[in-house]
Every structure is written in C-alpha cells, then in structure tokens.
C-alpha cells in the first residue's frame, strides 16, 4: 500500500509541476531564432559575459583584454571581406564605438566599448530578425 501511495504522489506532483512549466513557458514573451546571429563573426581573444534577448532582437556580451580600438579595426575589416556592407561607423560621446553591417536582409550591430586604461574592452554583438512588415509592390 505504502508503494503505491508513493507512486500516486509522485505522478500527481510530476503533473503539477509539466503544468507550472507550461504555464510559464506560455507567458514568456518570443525568443528570436539563433538565426539572426547567423554568420556574426566574434573576435578572439574574448568571453561571453552576457546574453539579452527579446522577440526581435539577441544579443551576445564579451569581454576582451584587447583595446577597443583594436577590437573596432578587427570588426571593420572582418565583416567587410564577410561581405557585409557597413552602413554606419561612429563614436559616442562616450567613446563607445558604434558599427552597422547589413547582408542579405539581416542586420548587424557591433558595439565597443572601453573597459580604461589596460583593462581592455568590453563589446556587444546584436542582431535582429529581418523586417518582413515591408510589401513588396509588383
């Protein structure tokens, strides 16, 4: 008797929890495909500090004991012979430097920041789901 009382409790107590879970899994919000960081190339050395998503975007966080300025040069050259076309190039007031490549409908953001004086730097690789909303007139 004990076994089976065991057994009962422990399927009732599996079926509570599957339905906890799919009540959460509902409620959260739409995660991006890995997709859309499809062919972003990631700089060496460098560590994965963070990851942020939403239904549109994702984002990778590194950290690399390389300057900023090195690491920017790296991206503009890189993404370029990728065949990514570079569409906007600055620097913040920060001094955060900020790069946006597109190729073939995805985009892609690259940026660098500073971490000061031999600490190296920290940079953001984002990339988004291509806009589909746009109509295509024949």
Same mark, same amino acid.
């Given at each position: 008797?004990?076994?089976?009382? $065991? !057994?009962?409790? *422990? +399927? *009732?107590?599996?079926?509570?929890?599957?339905?906890?879970?799919?009540?959460?899994?509902?409620?959260?919000?739409?995660?991006?495909?890995?997709? *859309?960081?499809?062919? $972003?190339?990631?700089?060496?050395?460098?560590? #994965?500090?963070?990851?942020?998503? =939403?239904?549109? +975007?994702?984002? %990778?966080?590194?950290?690399?004991?390389?300057?900023?300025? =090195?690491?920017?040069?790296?991206?503009?050259?890189? @993404?370029?012979?990728?065949?990514?076309? @570079?569409?906007?190039?600055?620097?913040?007031?920060?001094?955060? @430097?900020?790069?946006? $490549?597109?190729?073939? !409908?995805?985009?892609?953001?690259? /940026? /660098?920041? =500073?971490? !000061?004086? &031999?600490?190296? =730097?920290? %940079?953001? #690789? @984002?990339?988004?789901?291509? &806009?589909?909303?746009?109509?295509?007139?024949?």
């Amino acid at each position: 008797m004990r076994h089976l009382y $065991a !057994g009962v409790t *422990v +399927t *009732v107590m599996a079926l509570m929890l599957a339905s906890c879970q799919a009540d959460t899994a509902e409620e959260e919000p739409a995660q991006p495909s890995q997709d *859309v960081m499809r062919g $972003a190339p990631l700089y060496q050395p460098a560590t #994965l500090t963070d990851r942020r998503s =939403s239904a549109e +975007t994702m984002e %990778f966080v590194f950290r690399s004991p390389s300057p900023a300025d =090195s690491v920017a040069e790296w991206y503009r050259a890189r @993404i370029t012979y990728m065949g990514w076309d @570079i569409t906007g190039d600055a620097t913040t007031a920060d001094g955060a @430097i900020s790069l946006h $490549a597109q190729r073939e !409908g995805a985009p892609l953001w690259v /940026i /660098i920041r =500073s971490l !000061g004086d &031999d600490a190296g =730097s920290e %940079f953001s #690789l @984002i990339g988004a789901a291509p &806009d589909t909303s746009a109509v295509n007139e024949p």
